[in-house]
């Protein structure tokens, strides 16, 4: 159990890192929307996090003399699955997914990290995990049975496999990021994962023809202040703070945001973009967010108290 900051200054830093992951991350899935309705969606992903890491570097460039080359490998890594395979396939399955229906599959995260963190203990799967599994990917395969691209017409198979992936790649760039090999300062280590995945992104968007098809001349201005929004409060601010926690705090309660981004998309998304989900999207969204809340119980080890213990024992499996 976390022992709760004993000054307030702490008490409002983790309150307001908290605020950042839950509000400002839930929000910026309508941003993105917005953002690749003119800009190419690895450029748009990969410009975000490049200037939000540049500017963070630049300000913190005193501290960067402890920096090694084992640190710049461990951030490129990480920024490989976290800002490629996570924020790169996002932007590019926004193109044609809702910003609502985009927050409920990302919410899936929860269900990968507590597998991914399975693996390397080679835990056999209780029945809670292997129930909350199948309960999520039923609520992937309802909601994109269910779900209407922003044009009208049905949303690919293909979309939602980049989600699904998606999510997998920001799991395993989150527990990586918190063990591996990083500069001491915060603010540092935050500015080289961006800054990384900044250069990768913009790299595989160039390789993929973006910058050849891209026409500054068509960029509206709400892709511009979408763009704005994501790189100073969603990457600058947002994923700052998200460190901060990694580091600060468990992972369980971190991964609670997952529960709430959902919500602010589906509110943002129905007041402003005039988005609505049909009922089995409902369905496939409950579903998923249960599945969620499942997983956060196991990693929390609330369900390893009780119920997992007594089916260890009954199955003679281990527990720690």
Not at 12 to 18: G, I, M, N, Y
Not at 96 to 119: D, F, G, K, Y
Not at 180 to 188: N, T
């Amino acid at each position: 159990m976390l022992t709760p900051p004993r000054d307030g200054a702490r008490t409002w830093r983790v309150v307001l890192a908290f605020a950042a992951i839950y509000l400002v991350w839930g929000s910026t899935y309508l941003a993105i929307r917005y953002a690749v309705d003119t800009l190419p969606p690895f450029l748009m992903a990969g410009t975000r996090a490049l200037v939000a890491g540049t500017i963070l570097l630049t300000l913190t460039w005193r501290r960067g003399s402890a920096v090694r080359w084992l640190h710049w490998r461990s951030a490129l890594v990480a920024a490989a699955f976290m800002f490629l395979g996570g924020h790169g396939l996002l932007s590019w399955a926004q193109q044609h997914v809702p910003s609502s229906m985009a927050a409920l599959v990302e919410a899936t995260i929860p269900v990968w990290i507590v597998v991914l963190r399975m693996i390397p203990r080679r835990l056999e799967p209780d029945p809670l995990t292997i129930g909350a599994i199948t309960i999520g990917f039923l609520g992937v395969a309802i909601l994109a049975s269910a779900g209407q691209s922003l044009s009208g017409s049905e949303v690919g198979i293909v979309d939602y496999a980049a989600l699904l992936v998606s999510s997998i790649c920001w799991s395993v760039g989150s527990l990586y990021a918190r063990r591996a090999p990083m500069p001491k300062s915060l603010a540092v280590a935050t500015g080289m994962q961006l800054f990384a995945g900044g250069v990768l992104v913009v790299l595989v968007g160039g390789m993929a023809g973006e910058w050849g098809r891209f026409d500054v001349t068509q960029v509206s201005r709400l892709s511009l202040l979408s763009l704005l929004y994501l790189t100073v409060l969603g990457s600058l601010v947002a994923f700052s703070a998200y460190s901060w926690l990694l580091r600060r705090t468990e992972p369980a309660l971190v991964g609670t945001y997952a529960f709430v981004n959902p919500l602010v998309a589906l509110v943002l998304g129905a007041l402003i973009a005039g988005e609505r989900l049909q009922l089995m999207g409902w369905v496939g969204g409950t579903l998923i967010m249960a599945a969620a809340a499942i997983m956060h119980g196991v990693q929390s080890g609330t369900f390893e108290r009780s119920v997992l213990r007594r089916w260890h024992k009954t199955a003679g499996v281990r527990a720690d």
